[in-house]
């Protein structure tokens, strides 16, 4: 019989072909954090990207403008739903080394412990959505479900589940609860065995394993080239982790690890994700024994820090140092500064102008998902649509913090 | 932060570098923008500096504070920021130009993208929000905010303003989905034109609609008028 793609003169049929465009996002199941991506296609192979983020823009920068430095730490929450805390941190931090201060041990030691928490927290959404995009829906509520866990204590410490607006100017707001340690040495072994749990769905599962590996693979120089930082820096072999090579909040005096990977692919940034998790654990327990029970919390300056609410009502000293601060705002000394910690993804950084007054004059964060999602666009070229979706999910899109 | 890169750039290029100062130990040069990219390329390329690691762009607006001083002494509105690292001597730098006068007159600036390509998307950020133009960009447009948005948020942006709705795109051209109706998936038209619109095989009668355009009635709808 004549094959089909015959023309009756033997010559072979052109098919007309073009490439064909294909706009993924802003709402799509597979783009949380809300981005488009609009991909030039021939056949299932993108031959060409374009990642447009911006849909959750909502002027961070110009809204710290507007109230006193105290105020920003809501929009910093904000920006990273995910691990609000060590962004809260991250900012606290920032304003401190403009002020030349430094909290007492127990703040910084509760600082690492709540940032910990969070950056478990953080990974755990991100491999746990990951996996779930990829069709295993179980891990997701495994990894939920131990995030519920760290949630739990968070709402306990904080009063809040998610956007914790916890960390202040020169400490936090609360001290610790006096069952803070015994909670957490209860809950996180628990958190623990439940990412065991989900990772051993996964990592013997074919389909996951197939999708993953060697899939959106970047090499050192690009990855350095591109700005990236944090786990999806570390995954192409490069140890580098704010914590380890720029210590704060006495990191130390902790032993940890900073796990890395070889070919820089899906793989290894799941992989990296989970080990820091369980270096998480190790950083917890080393600081929950190191830190003391009793002990300020807050640094001992009327002028940064808010008074007792007892005193506020019943001494005049207190009532006009809450109004100051209340009021004006803390009195950061002019000029510039910029401050970095390692947050979930890689490094935060906050740019500080203050022209001295209780009104920051700029703010200007560094969000580490930028770089990674500017980079995107070069790790799907030349992969299949099937690739974006656990190639997008492995970089962690954070999109308040991305889109500023 | 590292001092010795700040005595290295005022060896290497003494006669562009307008200021230097260490404030709360970020070690701080401000640079002519005329040499912007050749120190760029300076601190990426030197084996004592070996600034591989791009960090942070950015731009501050000086306006309300008074403006600073350019390198030729005139007060100027913008300071372009950037932060690089190290990765293998673990130093960093904050380089600084000052573009721009008062109404933002010759706020631009070289490239830095073929420098570190990390660039690319922070200097499409700076552009959209702060007004400025990065030459030898090679895909400068707006990143954060929408096209039709009129003038550059942070810098001449009132915080406090309402700003008017935007009206849907008309470009011709875009994917069938996302005409004008982009976002309103229940919105003007109708699922079967979009479905059938273009589509010969398909169509059987022509309507017009309000606006004039030649509507292409589909198989289902013509049925369901029966």
């Not at chain 1, 403008?65 to 962004?87: A, K």
Request: aromatic residues 8%.
């Amino acid at each position: 019989m004549e094959p089909l793609d015959r023309d009756l003169d033997e010559g072979e049929l052109e098919l007309p072909s073009e490439p064909m465009l294909l706009n993924m996002g802003p709402s799509h199941p597979a783009m949380h954090g809300t981005v488009r991506i609009v991909v030039e296609l021939s056949g299932e192979t993108i031959t060409k990207a374009d990642v447009q983020i911006g849909y959750l823009h909502r002027g961070f920068e110009k809204m710290c403008e507007r109230g006193n430095w105290t105020q920003v730490f809501p929009y910093v929450d904000r920006c990273n739903y995910v691990s609000p805390m060590l962004n809260n941190v991250g900012f606290s931090l920032a304003v401190e080394k403009m002020l030349g201060v430094t909290v007492p041990e127990r703040c910084q030691y509760y600082r690492v412990v709540l940032g910990e928490l969070a950056r478990m927290c953080d990974h755990l959404i991100c491999s746990g959505a990951m996996a779930m995009e990829l069709g295993a829906f179980t891990p997701f509520l495994y990894f939920a479900r131990a995030r519920e866990i760290i949630w739990d204590i968070f709402e306990e410490e904080t009063g809040a589940r998610v956007t914790h607006s916890f960390g202040r100017v020169g400490g936090m707001a609360k001290p610790p609860t006096a069952d803070f340690k015994e909670m957490i040495r209860a809950g996180v072994p628990r958190v623990l065995a439940m990412i065991d749990e989900g990772e051993r769905l996964l990592l013997r599962n074919r389909i996951f394993l197939d999708r993953v590996e060697g899939i959106g693979r970047i090499s050192q120089a690009d990855a350095l080239a591109l700005g990236w930082t944090g786990v999806c820096l570390r995954s192409t072999g490069i140890p580098y982790d704010v914590r380890k090579s720029n210590p704060y909040s006495l990191y130390e005096r902790l032993d940890f690890d900073v796990p890395v990977g070889t070919q820089g692919d899906n793989y290894d940034r799941f992989m990296c994700r989970q080990e820091e998790m369980r270096q998480s654990q190790r950083i917890i327990s080393q600081a929950l024994d190191q830190m003391p029970d009793t002990g300020p919390i807050n640094i001992d300056d009327p002028r940064v820090v808010l008074p007792e609410k007892e005193d506020v009502y019943t001494t005049i000293e207190g009532t006009i140092q809450h109004f100051k601060i209340v009021m004006e705002g803390i009195k950061v000394p002019a000029g510039e500064c910029y401050s970095y910690t390692e947050a979930g993804n890689g490094e935060l950084g906050f740019y500080l102008v203050s022209d001295g007054s209780g009104t920051p004059y700029r703010v200007r964060i560094r969000p580490p998902c930028f770089t990674h999602v500017q980079g995107l666009e070069q790790l799907i070229t030349g992969l299949m649509i099937p690739d974006l979706v656990p190639t997008f999910g492995s970089l962690n899109m954070i999109g308040g913090e991305c889109d500023h | 932060m590292s001092q010795q890169v700040v005595e290295l750039l005022r060896e290497r290029f003494p006669e562009a570098i307008v200021e230097t100062h260490a404030q709360f130990g970020d070690d701080t040069v401000v640079v002519d923008p005329a040499r912007w990219r050749e120190v760029a390329l300076f601190l990426r390329d030197d084996a004592r500096a070996a600034m591989n690691m791009f960090i942070d762009l950015c731009a501050v607006d000086y306006s309300a504070l008074g403006m600073v001083t350019g390198h030729d002494g005139e007060s100027r509105r913008f300071e372009i920021v950037l932060h690089v690292r190290s990765l293998d001597r673990g130093h960093r730098l904050r380089l600084k130009a000052r573009v721009g006068d008062e109404d933002a007159e010759g706020a631009e600036i070289d490239s830095l993208v073929s420098v570190w390509r990390g660039a690319n998307w922070f200097e499409r950020e700076t552009y959209d929000l702060m007004g400025i133009h990065f030459r030898g960009h090679p895909d400068l447009r707006r990143i954060l905010m929408y096209e039709e948005f009129v003038g550059t948020r942070c810098a001449d942006y009132p915080a406090n303003r309402i700003h008017p709705l935007v009206e849907f795109r008309d470009v011709p051209g875009k994917l069938p989905p996302f005409g004008p109706d982009e976002g309103m998936s229940f919105g003007r038209q109708d699922h079967e034109r979009r479905m059938y619109d273009g589509d010969e095989q398909a169509a059987q009668g022509e309507l017009t609609t309000q606006d004039g355009r030649v509507r292409v009635q589909s198989p289902i709808v013509a049925a369901r008028e029966d």
